[in-house]
């Protein structure tokens, strides 16, 4: 954390040499930009596609990062991944999501084939060429390494980075405990924001923007549950609440946050909790606060298993496993847990100054219950009242944000809310600097932390 930096690693340009502040021109200096697509996206593990996407034998869909386009297809043997290049003269095969017939993958130009396997099975005019360009390894289509969790297939360019579960580090067993494999879409939206790609993530990595961003949350928080236990004035919120004004301001902040999210807090979780308006609790309360939240992850649970749905034990992964309302996956995935449900957002570069967003909301739904799975994203404008209250607050900040660095020379960080950003960043600085991929790794176990962390030691 001393900002030295190693003679034999290559230089980084706008380098965080103090942890607390980040220079502005990461965010917007293309020989930057340029040092990330060059060194940080062909040797990280990034989230390609959830299964739920591609679920038969012979569907597929796209991955597309910067220049590089990847086709994930579900094969007799599982899902696998290839480049999204004709091995004759590279055209992209695939625009996905789509279904494999007979034929496979054809290439639009000249008609050359490949199975779902990734195996050429017709060159046209083969007679044409030598045999020497045509040998399986050269026509076959090029695998890409992909790996598994959380009910999504991850890609990695480098063959030689530590596993996907090495890389992900604890963070990987919280999600598991609370069934991160069963979770499955209930919508998927997806915006373009004139915005890096870096800061489009730091929004939701600290939660010291809450009360002038998100004030609904903030007054609609029980006094003590607020993150900094006053609104933007400094006025404490809801203060001096008695037992049953506690759990019913309870009920309306997790109802408040579900609808902002339209989902995080499911909707089926949310009837649920407006039934214990009127259970009894103790006067006290603190201790009627316990008791409510004993019940009412009971009660979730048990409407979730008379659905069929595959829930957790949540008393058990409370104790065993306790989890962060946003968990972050370097280098751009997020799940954000709260009950059984999650939210699920990932960014990726277009530009110096513009990315996607996605987001999706999971939830365990029952096997039998009937769905249309969405196989892309419903693209919106950044703008748009379509969008949740609470993303559409954030977008809303986001660009002006982005103007405003280009007069800023640090954003300064606050050192118990906004550490996340510092760590992430300088994991940035560590793939830029061409650090050993072990090394990486562990720093990733450190960086993928959870929300509103520390300023923590990521061993560089």
Same mark, same amino acid.
């Given at each position: 954390?001393?900002?030295?930096?190693?003679?034999?690693?290559?230089?980084?340009?706008?380098?965080?040499?103090?942890?607390?502040l980040?220079?502005?021109?990461?965010?917007?200096?293309? =020989?930057?930009?340029?040092?990330?697509?060059?060194? $940080?996206?062909?040797h990280?593990?990034?989230?390609?596609?959830?299964? @739920?996407?591609?679920?038969?034998?012979?569907?597929?869909?796209?991955?597309?990062?910067?220049?590089?386009s990847?086709? %994930?297809?579900?094969?007799?043997?599982?899902?696998?991944?290839?480049?999204?290049?004709?091995?004759?003269r590279?055209? +992209?095969?695939a625009?996905?999501?789509?279904?494999? !017939?007979?034929?496979?993958?054809?290439?639009?130009?000249?008609?050359?084939?490949?199975?779902? /396997?990734?195996?050429?099975?017709?060159v046209?005019? *083969?007679?044409?060429?030598d =045999?020497?360009?045509?040998?399986?390894?050269?026509?076959?289509?090029?695998?890409?390494?992909?790996?598994?969790?959380?009910?999504?297939?991850?890609?990695?360019?480098?063959?030689?980075?530590?596993?996907?579960?090495?890389?992900l580090?604890?963070?990987?067993? +919280? &999600?598991?405990?609370?069934h991160?494999?069963?979770?499955?879409?209930?919508?998927? #939206?997806?915006?373009?924001?004139?915005?890096?790609?870096?800061?489009?993530?730091e929004?939701?990595? /600290? !939660?010291?923007?809450?009360p002038?961003?998100?004030?609904?949350?903030?007054?609609a928080a029980?006094?003590?549950?607020s993150?900094?236990?006053?609104?933007?004035?400094?006025?404490?919120?809801?203060e001096?609440?008695?037992?049953?004004?506690?759990?019913?301001?309870? $009920?309306d902040?997790?109802a408040k946050?579900?609808?902002?999210?339209?989902? %995080?807090?499911?909707?089926?979780e949310?009837?649920?909790?407006?039934?214990?308006?009127?259970?009894?609790?103790? @006067?006290?309360?603190?201790?009627?606060?316990?008791?409510?939240h004993?019940?009412?992850y =009971? @009660?979730?649970?048990?409407?979730? +298993?008379?659905?069929g749905?595959?829930?957790?034990?949540?008393?058990?992964?409370?104790?065993?496993?306790?989890?962060?309302?946003? =968990?972050?996956?370097?280098?751009?995935?997020?799940?954000?847990? %709260?009950?059984?449900?999650m939210?699920s957002?990932?960014?990726?570069?277009?530009?110096?100054?513009? #990315?996607?967003? @996605?987001?999706?909301?999971?939830?365990? *739904?029952?096997?039998?219950?009937?769905? /249309?799975?969405?196989?892309?994203?419903?693209?919106?404008?950044?703008?748009?009242?379509?969008?949740?209250?609470?993303?559409?607050?954030?977008y809303?900040?986001?660009?002006i944000?982005?103007?405003?660095?280009h007069?800023?020379?640090?954003?300064?960080?606050a050192?118990?809310?906004?550490? %996340? &950003?510092s760590?992430?960043?300088?994991? $940035?600085?560590?793939?830029?600097?061409? +650090?050993?991929?072990?090394v990486?790794?562990?720093?990733?176990q450190?960086?993928?932390?959870?929300?509103?962390?520390?300023?923590?030691?990521?061993?560089?």
């Amino acid at each position: 954390m001393t900002g030295t930096t190693d003679t034999a690693l290559r230089t980084v340009p706008f380098q965080i040499t103090d942890p607390e502040l980040i220079p502005a021109e990461r965010y917007y200096d293309t =020989e930057f930009f340029e040092l990330e697509k060059k060194h $940080v996206w062909p040797h990280v593990w990034q989230m390609a596609c959830r299964l @739920e996407e591609i679920p038969e034998v012979g569907d597929y869909t796209v991955y597309t990062i910067l220049e590089h386009s990847v086709i %994930m297809v579900h094969t007799k043997d599982g899902v696998k991944a290839f480049k999204n290049a004709c091995r004759h003269r590279g055209l +992209r095969l695939a625009n996905g999501p789509g279904h494999c !017939g007979e034929q496979g993958f054809v290439c639009p130009f000249h008609g050359w084939r490949w199975s779902t /396997e990734g195996e050429n099975t017709f060159v046209f005019g *083969r007679h044409f060429f030598d =045999e020497g360009v045509l040998a399986r390894a050269e026509i076959d289509l090029l695998p890409v390494r992909v790996e598994f969790w959380a009910g999504c297939a991850f890609i990695n360019f480098d063959e030689n980075a530590p596993d996907l579960r090495t890389s992900l580090g604890p963070v990987a067993d +919280r &999600i598991d405990a609370r069934h991160g494999d069963k979770l499955k879409m209930d919508w998927w #939206c997806g915006t373009v924001l004139p915005t890096n790609w870096k800061l489009a993530m730091e929004a939701f990595q /600290e !939660g010291f923007h809450t009360p002038k961003t998100h004030p609904q949350l903030q007054q609609a928080a029980p006094n003590g549950n607020s993150q900094f236990g006053a609104d933007k004035e400094g006025i404490p919120i809801n203060e001096g609440l008695n037992a049953r004004e506690t759990v019913n301001q309870f $009920v309306d902040y997790y109802a408040k946050l579900s609808e902002g999210m339209d989902g %995080m807090v499911h909707k089926t979780e949310v009837a649920v909790l407006e039934k214990l308006r009127t259970m009894d609790v103790p @006067e006290d309360p603190d201790a009627a606060t316990m008791v409510f939240h004993g019940r009412a992850y =009971e @009660e979730v649970e048990k409407d979730a +298993r008379a659905r069929g749905a595959d829930i957790f034990d949540f008393a058990k992964v409370a104790q065993e496993h306790p989890f962060h309302a946003v =968990e972050f996956m370097f280098p751009h995935y997020f799940l954000l847990p %709260m009950m059984g449900a999650m939210s699920s957002y990932r960014i990726r570069p277009l530009t110096e100054e513009t #990315c996607l967003f @996605e987001i999706w909301s999971l939830v365990i *739904r029952p096997d039998s219950e009937p769905y /249309e799975t969405p196989l892309q994203p419903t693209m919106i404008p950044y703008n748009s009242d379509l969008f949740p209250e609470i993303p559409r607050q954030d977008y809303s900040n986001l660009p002006i944000q982005q103007l405003g660095l280009h007069d800023l020379q640090f954003m300064r960080l606050a050192t118990h809310h906004e550490g %996340m &950003i510092s760590n992430y960043q300088r994991l $940035v600085d560590g793939y830029i600097a061409g +650090r050993d991929p072990e090394v990486l790794a562990k720093a990733s176990q450190v960086v993928n932390s959870g929300f509103a962390s520390l300023i923590l030691d990521i061993g560089f």
